[in-house]
C-alpha cells in the first residue's frame, strides 16, 4: 500500500535526521530580514543568512519541509494553477542543506539512498534518469562510477539560456553571491505518456519528471562576473512534496495524490459541484492552501505587495467558485477540511483557525459588494462607449482596482452586442508583470553586506557600563584597521552592555570612549554574532585592539525597559478580555511609547480598552517578580511559554515570567519588577489591516505627562465654555443642543431660498420636441442645494431634462436632471457626461439623476449652450 502525503513527509525528515541532519521547522512564508522577497519560495530562503556567512548555527546539517509560495514577482505560476499537472500556488519543498560540512559525494549518495533503498521509497534505479552541468565532471563520475547510473542516463546540460553560467543545472541567488552547479534527478513515467528526456526536444512533455534539484554552492560571483571558490562549499536540495507523492502513489497529476483528492471533494461539497472533474475544484484547492497559510502568517488582503497577492488568489477561487455555482460565501469553510489533510504541517494553521476563517469570510463578503461597484463602473464606460469595443485599460482597471475577471467584463460585453480589446488588456498586463518582477528581483549586491566573522557578548541584562576590546571596524560598509574624528562607522566589541535592536525592541545609544578617543552611539544593531555601535567618531582615532569603556544611556535603556514589560502585561490582558486568539503580529518598544500589533476580528470596546487598561495596572500594583530563565526550547513550549511564529529561535531560550501572569520567550531588556512601570494607558487602539489591530501605549512618567496633559486639556476647555469640572458635560450638552437647533433653522432658511430659486427657474424654461428644458448657471447657490432644487423643478415641470450649474472657488458644479416619462431617449448620466469633459472634469450616475465637477469655469457658458442641440437630437 502506498505511503500518503503525511508519511512521505514524514519519511523524508526521518532519513535525514538518521544521517546527522537537525530537523529544522519550516519558516514563515513572509520571509524574516529580507526585504528582496516577496514569500518564501524555496526551503534555503531561511538559511540564507548562514549561506552568506551572515549567521551562525550551532548545527552543520539541516533537513525541512519547508511551506512556499509561489503567485507574485518572477515566480509567478498564477494563471496556470489548476490548468497544469505540476503548478501550484503553495507547496512543500522537502530540502537537505549542509553549511560547509559534507559536498557533492554525500549529497548524491543521500539521495539515492533514500530514492531507491527498499527501506526507503524503494524507487526502480531503471526509471531515474539525472542531469548535471556541462562541465561538472566531478558529479557526472560520482553518479557513473560511485552510484552505478549508466552514462546514457547522465545527462550534461550546459548553458541553455544564453549567456554563461545561464542553465537549467546552474543555480545562483542573485546577480551576485553563492551560486553553483546542480544535480537534478527525473523520473521515468513510462513510455505510455508523451514526453522526452531533459535536453531533448520533447522534454516539455509529461513523461520524463525532475523531482530533485541537488545544488552545490562553489562560488561567489562578484559584480564583474569572476567565480571565486567559496571557502565552505555548501548543499542546497530541493524536492517537491506533492511531486514525489505523485510518483510513489503511482499517479501523474499532483492532484490525483491523497491530500488533493480529499480537498477536491470537500472544495465539491462546499459549493454544491458534481462533476470532480472540473478544473476549477482543483483551482479552489490549490487556493485554500496558499490563502489560508498566508493569512495564517501574517499576511492580510490589501491592495499593495503581499496582500494584493493574497487578494487576487482569494477573488481567482471565489470566482472559480461562482462559475460552479457556490451560493453565498463558501471559501473559508474549506480551512477545516484543509487542517484535516495537512497532518503535522497543519499545527499552527489549527491554531489559528477561528481567525483565518474570519479573514477569509469578510475578503470574501467584501469582494461581492466589488463585484456590485464594478459591474456600477462597467455600465458607465459602456454608456459612454462610442463603438463596439471596450478599451483594453478600462478592461486592466476593471481586474486591477475591481479584481474584476477579464471573462466577466468580456461576459458583460457580450450579452450588449460589444467586444473587448483582449491585445490591448494584455499589453497593460504585461506592463504590470513587468514591474512586478523590477519590484520582486533580488536588488542585493551580496558582497556588499556588512558581514561580521567576531562574536560579541551581550553583558547588558545586569551591566550598562564595562570595559571591551575593538574587535571590527567598518566605515562606509567596508572593513577598517582604523577610524578617525569625523567619521562615521560601526565599532564591534568583544563584549558590550549595548542591546542590538531586535524582538522589536530599539538599539541602545550612549558612549564608547577612552583617554584619547569618544565614539557616540547613535543606534545598535545586530549583524549575525556580532553586536555593532553605529555612530560616529567626536574625537581622536581609533585602531582594532584599543579598549573602551561602553557606556549605555541609562535614562533611555529605563524608559525602554519599562516600555518593553508593560507589551508582556499588555498581551497577556488582551488573551484575558479578547480570547485565546489574540496572537502578537508585530511590535515597537522604544524610550517614548510602546506599539503592539495584535489579531482580532474587529476594533475593540470603550469598555474592553478600559478593562485592559485596569488589568494591566493592576499587575503593576502586584509588583510581580520578572524572571528570566534559560532553557531548551521544547521545556519553555512545555511550561507554556508564548512563542512568536516566524521568528528564529535557537535551541537554547530565554523564558520570561512576570509572577503568575505572563510566561513569554524574549531577549529583550526588563524591569526587575512590574511595579517599577508605575502606570500603563492606552493612548489608541486602531486597524492597520483586515483582522489585525494596534494599541499604542505610555508608562511611568510618559503616561503621567499624558494625563497632565488631559486635565489641562479639560480645564482649558471648561473655561472656555464658562463652566467647571461640576458641570462641564451639561455645559457642553447645552451648547451642542444649540448648535444643532440653529443649524436645523439654517437648513429650513435654504430650502425656502432653494423652493423660491426653483419657482422663478420654472418660467425660463423652453419647449424642445415636446419636453421642458431648463438650462441655468445660478450664483450664490450652495453646490448641495443643487439637488433640492432638481427635485423641485421635476415637481413643477412634469415632463422634462434639467441642467444647473454653479461655480464656487474657481470649481465648477453640474446637476442633470431627467423626468421618468424622458429616460428612455435622453439619459442624465451621458449629458453630464458629455457637459464634464467640457469643463475639464468627470462625473456620472443613474439616468434620472447625475451630477459632476470640473476646474475649467471658463467653459461653463459654452458647454452649457450646447445643451438644447444635445438633446434635441436625442428626442
Not at 368 to 377: C, H, I, Q, S, V
Request: with cysteine; proline share 3%.
Amino acid at each position: 500500500m502506498s505511503k500518503s502525503t503525511a508519511e512521505i513527509r514524514q519519511a523524508f525528515l526521518d532519513f535525514f535526521h538518521s544521517k546527522g541532519h537537525q530537523v529544522v521547522a519550516s519558516s514563515s512564508l513572509v520571509p524574516t530580514n529580507d526585504p528582496t522577497l516577496l514569500f518564501t519560495n524555496a526551503g534555503m530562503n531561511q538559511f540564507k543568512d548562514v549561506f552568506l556567512g551572515q549567521d551562525k548555527r550551532n548545527y552543520s546539517r539541516a533537513t525541512t519541509s519547508q511551506r512556499c509560495v509561489r503567485a507574485g514577482g518572477k515566480h509567478n505560476d498564477l494563471e496556470n494553477v489548476g490548468y497544469t499537472a505540476r503548478h501550484h500556488t503553495f507547496f512543500e519543498m522537502l530540502g537537505n542543506f549542509s553549511f560547509g560540512d559534507y559536498f557533492k559525494r554525500e549529497a548524491i549518495g543521500f539521495a539515492w539512498e533514500l530514492l531507491t533503498s527498499a527501506e526507503w521509497f524503494a524507487l526502480p534505479k531503471e526509471k531515474l534518469w539525472v542531469t548535471v552541468y556541462e562541465t561538472d565532471d566531478e558529479a557526472f563520475n560520482i553518479w557513473a562510477d560511485e552510484i552505478g547510473v549508466p552514462r546514457e542516463r547522465i545527462i550534461r546540460i550546459g548553458d541553455n539560456k544564453g549567456g554563461a553560467y545561464a542553465s537549467d543545472n546552474f543555480w545562483q541567488m542573485g546577480d551576485t553571491g553563492p551560486c553553483g552547479p546542480c544535480s537534478e534527478i527525473f523520473f521515468d513515467h513510462g513510455d505510455h505518456i508523451w514526453g522526452g528526456p531533459p535536453g531533448s526536444p520533447e522534454e516539455d512533455g509529461d513523461r520524463f519528471i525532475e523531482i530533485w534539484n541537488i545544488v552545490f554552492m562553489q562560488f561567489n560571483r562578484q559584480s564583474d562576473g569572476t567565480m571565486l571558490p567559496l571557502p565552505k562549499p555548501s548543499v542546497d536540495t530541493g524536492m517537491g512534496l506533492e511531486r514525489i507523492s505523485a510518483v510513489l502513489q503511482h499517479v501523474n497529476s499532483n492532484y490525483e495524490i491523497d491530500l488533493f483528492q480529499k480537498l477536491i471533494k470537500s472544495v465539491a461539497e462546499v459549493t454544491g459541484a458534481s462533476d470532480l472533474t472540473s478544473k476549477s475544484l482543483r483551482v479552489i484547492a490549490d487556493h485554500i492552501r496558499s490563502c489560508a497559510f498566508l493569512v495564517c502568517d501574517g499576511v492580510i488582503p490589501s491592495n499593495e505587495n503581499r496582500g494584493y497577492v493574497l487578494r487576487r488568489i482569494i477573488r481567482r477561487a471565489i470566482r472559480h467558485g461562482n462559475m460552479l455555482g457556490a451560493q453565498g460565501t463558501f471559501f473559508w469553510k474549506l480551512v477545516a477540511p484543509l487542517i484535516e489533510v495537512m497532518g503535522a504541517a497543519g499545527d499552527e494553521l489549527a491554531k489559528q483557525q477561528a481567525q483565518v476563517e474570519q479573514i477569509l469570510k469578510t475578503e470574501e463578503e467584501q469582494f461581492a459588494k466589488t463585484l456590485e461597484r464594478g459591474l456600477a463602473l462597467l455600465d458607465e464606460e459602456l454608456a459612454k462607449l462610442q463603438g463596439d469595443t471596450l478599451d483594453g485599460e478600462t478592461v486592466f482597471r476593471l481586474y486591477d482596482t475591481f479584481g474584476f475577471p477579464v471573462d466577466l467584463t468580456a461576459d458583460v460585453c457580450r450579452e450588449r452586442n460589444l467586444k473587448i480589446d483582449e491585445a490591448g488588456f494584455e499589453k497593460a498586463m504585461e506592463q504590470q508583470r513587468q514591474r512586478a518582477r523590477e519590484a520582486s528581483g533580488f536588488g542585493a549586491d551580496y558582497n556588499n553586506v556588512i558581514r561580521i566573522e567576531e562574536a560579541s557578548t551581550f553583558k547588558g541584562y545586569d551591566q550598562l557600563a564595562l570595559t571591551a576590546a575593538v574587535t571590527a571596524i567598518f566605515v562606509d560598509g567596508q572593513p577598517a584597521d582604523e577610524i578617525s574624528a569625523g567619521q562615521e562607522g560601526v565599532i564591534v566589541l568583544d563584549e558590550t552592555p549595548f542591546y542590538g535592536e531586535s524582538g522589536g525592541q530599539v538599539g541602545d545609544t550612549g558612549e564608547l570612549r577612552n583617554d584619547n578617543a569618544a565614539f557616540t552611539v547613535t543606534d545598535t544593531q545586530k549583524y549575525a554574532q556580532a553586536i555593532g555601535h553605529v555612530g560616529k567618531l567626536a574625537s581622536g582615532q581609533l585602531r582594532i585592539g584599543d579598549r573602551l569603556a561602553a557606556h549605555v544611556d541609562e535614562a533611555r535603556r529605563d524608559r525602554i525597559r519599562l516600555n518593553h514589560s508593560a507589551t508582556h502585561l499588555l498581551h497577556a490582558a488582551l488573551r484575558q478580555v479578547l480570547g485565546h486568539h489574540v496572537a502578537q503580529k508585530g511590535s515597537l518598544v522604544n524610550d517614548k511609547y510602546l506599539r503592539f500589533d495584535f489579531s482580532h476580528s474587529e476594533a475593540m470596546k470603550p469598555q474592553e480598552i478600559r478593562q485592559v487598561e485596569e488589568i494591566v495596572n493592576a499587575q503593576i500594583r502586584r509588583n510581580l517578580p520578572v524572571d528570566t530563565n534559560v532553557m531548551e526550547l521544547e521545556a519553555a513550549k512545555a511550561l507554556g511559554a508564548m512563542a512568536l511564529f516566524g521568528e528564529k529561535y535557537d535551541d537554547r531560550v530565554r523564558v520570561l515570567t512576570m509572577g503568575d501572569f505572563s510566561t513569554e520567550l524574549c531577549g529583550g531588556t526588563h524591569a526587575s519588577r512590574t511595579g517599577d512601570i508605575g502606570l500603563f494607558r492606552i493612548t489608541s487602539e486602531s486597524g492597520t489591516a483586515a483582522g489585525i489591530r494596534r494599541i499604542e501605549a505610555v508608562t511611568g512618567e510618559g503616561a503621567l505627562k499624558q494625563m497632565y496633559a488631559q486635565s489641562e486639556q479639560l480645564h482649558d476647555i471648561a473655561q472656555l465654555v464658562k463652566a467647571n469640572s461640576s458641570n462641564l458635560n451639561e455645559k457642553v450638552r447645552g451648547l451642542m443642543d444649540n448648535v444643532r437647533a440653529l443649524e436645523k433653522e439654517l437648513q429650513q432658511l435654504k430650502d425656502q431660498q432653494a423652493a423660491q430659486e426653483s419657482a422663478s427657474l420654472s418660467s425660463k424654461a423652453i419647449d424642445v420636441k415636446g419636453v421642458k428644458l431648463l438650462v441655468s448657471e445660478l450664483s450664490n447657490v450652495e453646490p448641495k442645494m443643487l439637488r433640492t432644487m432638481v427635485d423641485d423643478l421635476k415637481n413643477q415641470l412634469k415632463s422634462a431634462v434639467i441642467v444647473l450649474a454653479t461655480v464656487a472657488e474657481g470649481k465648477v458644479s453640474l446637476i442633470a436632471g431627467v423626468t421618468k416619462d424622458v429616460t428612455d431617449r435622453v439619459k442624465a448620466g451621458e449629458l453630464v457626461g458629455e457637459l464634464a469633459l467640457q469643463v475639464g472634469g468627470k462625473g456620472g450616475g443613474r439616468p434620472d439623476m447625475a451630477q459632476a465637477g470640473g476646474t475649467d469655469a471658463g467653459a461653463l457658458p459654452g458647454a452649457l449652450a450646447g445643451v438644447e442641440s444635445w438633446v434635441a437630437a436625442k428626442l
